[in-house]
């Protein structure tokens, strides 16, 4: 089936050590996305990549990078992070074509700690 | 600024009953999408339902429903005969109708329990 796959789907790291999320799609979809979603919270968008083209939104924290080698495959890069960063991680696909945008599929989630 | 607005946290009813949960929204686009996600414990996030602000009918997949008023701006979601597997946090999202703005903008969730 297709589907958006992330791994790890728990990862533990230490304050400041650098640590790397992944996604992964079968759905051949052209927008990549990345969520922060904290305990009982919506999920808060930090960016996405429509195609090679990365979107950052104004609050996302300098600390988080993202980058998309190819069509599918997508990688979250905390470079330092903090007690605040411990949240679950989800990345979305969709496919927009010209004029229509179709909604988003998320994958099940990274839940980050951070000790 | 779009905003969506969930009013109800939490709520919580017996199987197989039917409940409704509320979400209002503000923009000032003509044309939008809006949605119905599902996030069950420790589960992934999908789609329940969407709707096109274009069209006038009501969305309707199998027993979730909604009640689209595009004049008050209002999209709530009717689950009928409820069931156990129906027990998530539901959140309601909007994303304005341009191919270059890909933000989905969240409520801040419903929490429904679906009691035996």
């Known amino acids: 089936d297709a589907m958006v796959i992330q791994n790890p789907r728990y990862q533990v790291t230490q304050f400041g050590k650098p640590v790397t999320l992944s996604c992964s799609q079968t759905?051949?979809?052209?927008?990549m996305y990345w969520y922060q979603q904290k305990s009982s919270q919506a999920p808060k968008l930090l960016f996405h990549?429509?195609?090679?083209?990365?979107?950052n939104e104004a609050d996302t924290p300098d600390n988080f990078q993202s980058r998309r080698p190819n069509t599918s495959f997508c990688f979250l890069d905390i470079r330092s992070p903090g007690l605040g960063d411990a949240a679950m991680y989800l990345c979305?696909?969709?496919?927009?074509?010209?004029?229509?945008?179709?909604?988003?599929?998320f994958g099940p989630g990274t839940r980050l700690t951070v000790l | 600024a779009q905003t969506v607005t969930q009013s109800q946290p939490e709520m919580s009813v017996q199987e197989a009953e039917t409940v409704t949960l509320s979400c209002t929204y503000d923009?000032?686009?003509?044309?939008?999408?809006l949605f119905w996600y599902k996030q069950p414990p420790s589960r992934q996030m999908i789609l329940v339902i969407r709707?096109?602000?274009?069209?006038?009918q009501n969305a309707t997949e199998n027993r979730f429903s909604v009640n689209f008023q595009k004049a008050a701006k209002s999209f709530s979601l009717k689950i009928s005969d409820s069931q156990l597997g129906d027990t998530a946090m539901y959140f309601c999202?909007?994303?304005?109708?341009?191919?270059?703005?890909?933000?989905?903008?969240f409520g801040q969730g419903t929490r429904l329990t679906i009691n035996p």
């Open positions: 990549y429509y195609d090679k083209d990365f979107n």
């Open positions: 999202a909007f994303k304005p109708n341009d191919s270059g703005a890909q933000k989905l903008v």
């Open positions: 923009t000032s686009e003509s044309n939008y999408y």
């Open positions: 759905l051949n979809h052209n927008v």
């Open positions: 709707q096109e602000a274009y069209k006038q």
């Open positions: 979305a696909t969709s496919r927009v074509t010209s004029g229509y945008s179709n909604e988003q599929f």
